[in-house]
């Protein structure tokens, strides 16, 4: 895999960071409903996660023993 350029990076960063300022200058409210828009998306994915790993634990999955049934045999199959 090829490493992005830091330039690039720095790019997106200052871009989003404009865009984040701006809606924040321009209206309060916009920039309150942004962040509880991604404090929800956060947390979305933190059930899913929570959810997930009750239920593998629920069916009697670990993770040791997911990872080295799945996880191994396509490291392995891959090397062929």
Do not use: E, W
Not at 40 to 65: C, D, N, P, R, Y
């Amino acid at each position: 895999m090829c490493k992005k350029p830091n330039l690039s990076i720095l790019k997106h960063i200052s871009m989003i960071s404009g865009i984040l300022t701006f809606v924040n200058i321009y209206s309060v409210k916009a920039a309150t409903k942004i962040q509880d828009f991604f404090t929800i998306a956060k947390l979305v994915a933190l059930m899913l996660i929570i959810v997930t790993g009750a239920v593998m634990i629920g069916m009697g999955t670990t993770f040791s023993h997911f990872y080295f049934n799945h996880i191994v045999s396509l490291k392995f199959a891959f090397r062929k």
